[in-house]
C-alpha cells in the first residue's frame, strides 16, 4: 500500500487537471472500499498485492483532496481550528470504531467487521458523489456555507 501510495502522489498529482477534487474523492472512496473488500475474500497473495498497490494510489487520492479542500475552502485564520476539529473528529471516530471491533470481533467475526469498514470507505465514496451532484456549480459550496455561519 506505501508503494502504491508513493506512486499515487506522483499519478494523482496531475488529476486536478481531469477531475475535480470532489470527483477523485468520490471515486477513489468506492475504489478503496472495493480493493479491500476483494483483498479480504481472495486467496491469492500476488492478486492481494496488485490490489494493496491500487489500494495506495486510491488512498492518495481520497485523503490528499479532502484536506486540499478544506484549506482552499477556509479563510486562514480559521485553517488551525477547522483542522483541529477534523483532527480531534478523526481520532475520535478511529477509538470509537477501534473499542467497536474489539467488543464485535469475537461475535461477529474479523473477516465481516473488515467487510463492514471496506462498505464504509465504499459508502463515503457515494455520500461525496451525492454531494457534488448537489453543488455542482460550486464544488466547495456546502464548506463554504459551514465556514459562513
Known amino acids: ?21 470532489g470527483t477523485l474523492i468520490a471515486i477513489c ?7 479491500l473488500l476483494s483483498t479480504f475474500h481472495l486467496p491469492h497473495i500476488p492478486i492481494i498485492l496488485g490490489l494493496q498497490f491500487l489500494g495506495g ?9 479532502i484536506e486540499t479542500l478544506l484549506q482552499s475552502s477556509v479563510s486562514t485564520g480559521y ?14 471516530l478511529l477509538l470509537g470504531g477501534q473499542g467497536l471491533a474489539a467488543v464485535l470481533t469475537g461475535r461477529v467475526g474479523t ?4 467487510d463492514v469498514a471496506a ?4 459508502l ?9 451532484i448537489k453543488t455542482e456549480d460550486n464544488p466547495c459550496g456546502i464548506l ?6
Not at 1 to 21: H, N
Not at 29 to 35: A, H, K, Q, T, Y
Not at 124 to 132: C, D, E, F, Q, W
Open 57 to 65: 494510489i486510491a488512498s492518495v487520492g481520497f485523503f490528499v483532496p
Open 119 to 122: 462498505g464504509f470507505y465504499f
Open 111 to 114: 473477516v465481516h467487521l473488515l
Open 1 to 21: 500500500m506505501a508503494a502504491g501510495g508513493i506512486v499515487g502522489a506522483f499519478v494523482l498529482g496531475r488529476a486536478d487537471r481531469v477531475w475535480r477534487q
Open 124 to 132: 463515503s465514496g457515494m455520500v461525496a458523489l451525492v454531494l457534488i
Open 29 to 35: 472512496g468506492m475504489l478503496i472500499g472495493l480493493f
Open 79 to 92: 485553517l488551525g481550528r477547522v483542522f483541529g476539529a477534523f483532527g480531534t473528529t478523526s481520532a475520535l
Open 144 to 149: 463554504n456555507e459551514i465556514v459562513a455561519e
